[in-house]
């Protein structure tokens, strides 16, 4: 739902915003219309910061990505909100000064860009300085975003700009190689393209990421000098970390709360959609308790992290604060056993074979009493391809009742994805090869009888197609070939799972 602006806000469009080599950025500013020094809220991206809900027959023509995908519960922003950006009607009757940037060689701003480069964050410092310099500014200035407007904080954030006293990464990856293009070495051929695409077509950037990733499939210096030093940031943060956005985000958000140098940071975990929980009622009340407290001096009670366990897709089971992610677990370990099984060792020697593109092999076990499944699973496996070289090794892990699959919200409105999913690319040969393989964080409650799946595939666990599949994302499997899984008492195939202990 989009509504229009109220006229207490005051509006300056494409204000110029110099930077240190001379090139100008242009931002919207957004200023409460009664005047007088406020604190300040950047978001810098390459979407364009003029690409706004705009009125039409009657009617509001919105961000086709809304439209596109299923959406959990109704988002509304106003006619100035830009795509993942905070909706400026919202946040200017709070008391805050809104500035929504074009990155360099984005929108209306000067230059050829590079996206999540050294030099983009020197560009987003230089912004942060201005902003704080400006006769509206009282002088404290905050990030907060979705996505690549998450993306953009971390870098700046490493340099330590003077005025910048918050950040709110709401879902932003951390390590392109690692979480976006090729998590766990596996080329993601789907949203990737289609993301660099478009960038490439509304925006000057270079280099042409599209064109560097198909070149680079190995982890080098070039994918590395993208990655932020999470271990520099000093400024507060509020993390969101989605357990529903595994193909995209949900690695790295976890990433930068664990590896973050603030030692004022906190998590804010979901699994419904990104959008919903980014405008939702509770995400905009947690944002405001912590930009108030550290941009307002304010006070907080804002939990060191906020977890989320569901039991399916649309029921929470529980919301409670912890001290620590994850929080205290002990593990299960369940070895993978001929006929489909998880369980205990002794283990027979068996050996599985897993066609390239055909059903998964599955295994299976039986909650006997009530569990939380919290945190971040693992995997043992040893394969070995009757053809040498890379496969591409996907796991899952599926929840049923009654006989049932329950399905849990994932990744780009899909609304049928497993618990967690992990994946691997293996050059595998004759000899059985020892692979370790993570999946994405995830909290969920079993009930006593529920069962839990593990699948092991060599394509992509869910189907693609646009209305019931995992739509745009898309990996490169292995080949037709496949692999095998060999299990015997000197090579235990294991599961391992983070168990919350009863309280």
């Given amino acids: 739902m989009v509504t229009p602006i109220g006229a207490d806000v005051r509006i300056r469009r494409d ?57 959990t519960a109704a988002v509304h922003i106003s006619d100035e909100t830009s795509w993942e950006a905070p909706d400026p009607a919202w946040w200017v009757p709070q008391g805050y000064a809104v500035i929504n940037l074009d990155l360099r060689g984005a929108g209306r701003s000067d230059g050829v860009g590079s996206l999540m480069s050294d030099a983009e964050a020197e560009d987003v410092f230089d912004a942060i300085e201005w902003i704080a310099a400006q006769d509206w500014c009282d002088g404290g200035v ?47 051929v789907g949203f990737s393209r289609l993301w660099t695409t478009l960038v ?22 070039w994918w590395r000098s993208l990655a932020p030093d999470l271990g520099r940031i000093e400024t507060p943060m509020l993390v969101c970390g989605s357990f529903s956005d595994a193909n995209l985000h949900s690695r790295g958000s976890f990433r930068a709360f664990a590896q973050a140098g603030s030692s004022d940071r906190h998590l804010f975990t ?33 939990p060191r992290v906020r977890l989320e366990v569901r039991e399916r897709a649309d029921l929470v089971h529980a919301v409670r604060d912890e001290e620590r992610w994850p929080p205290a677990t002990g593990p299960l370990r369940l070895h993978l056993a001929d006929g489909g099984r998880l369980g205990h060792p002794p283990v027979r020697s068996s050996a599985v074979s897993v066609a390239g593109r055909r059903r998964a092999a599955r295994f299976s076990w039986v909650f006997a009493d009530d569990t939380e499944v919290t945190g971040e699973a693992s995997v043992r496996l040893w394969v070995s391809a009757a053809v040498a070289g890379p496969v591409s090794v996907f796991v899952g892990l599926s929840k049923w009742s009654g006989g049932r699959f329950v399905p849990f919200e ?30 994405a964080p995830s909290a969920t409650f079993f009930r006593d009888g529920d069962e839990l799946r ?15 599949g995992a739509f745009p994302a898309l990996y490169r499997s292995g080949g037709r070939a496949g692999f095998t899984l060999h299990s015997d008492p000197g090579r235990p195939q294991v599961l391992e799972l983070p168990i919350v202990e009863r309280r």
């Fill in 15 to 71: 204000v110029e915003v110099p930077m240190r080599d001379g090139t100008v950025l242009r931002a919207n500013v957004y200023l409460p219309a009664t005047g007088g020094l406020v604190p300040a809220i950047l978001c810098a991206h390459p979407y364009g910061k003029d690409a706004l809900p705009r009125r039409a027959g009657g009617r509001y023509r919105i961000n086709p990505q809304f439209r596109i995908l299923r959406q």
């Fill in 142 to 188: 905050a990030m907060l975003g979705v996505s690549y407007l998450a993306i953009s904080q971390y870098k700046a954030a490493a340099l330590r700009p003077p005025h910048l006293r918050a950040i709110i990464p709401w879902e932003g990856f951390t390590d392109a190689y690692r979480d976006f293009f090729y998590p766990g070495g596996v080329r993601e």
């Fill in 200 to 221: 490439r077509r509304g925006s000057r950037m270079s280099p042409d990421l599209g064109r560097e990733a198909e070149a680079r499939p190995d982890d080098d210096a």
């Fill in 270 to 302: 979901h699994r419904t959609g990104k959008w919903a929980a980014f405008y939702g009622d509770e995400g905009k009340a947690a944002q405001r308790a912590f930009l108030d407290a550290h941009l307002k001096d304010a006070s907080s009670e804002l």
């Fill in 410 to 439: 994932g990744s780009y409105g899909f609304g049928r994805d497993l618990v967690t999913t992990g994946l691997r690319r293996v050059d595998a040969g004759a000899a059985p090869t020892e692979v370790e393989i993570d999946f």
């Fill in 454 to 468: 593990l699948h092991v595939a060599g394509r992509q666990l869910s189907p693609r197609n646009p209305l019931t």
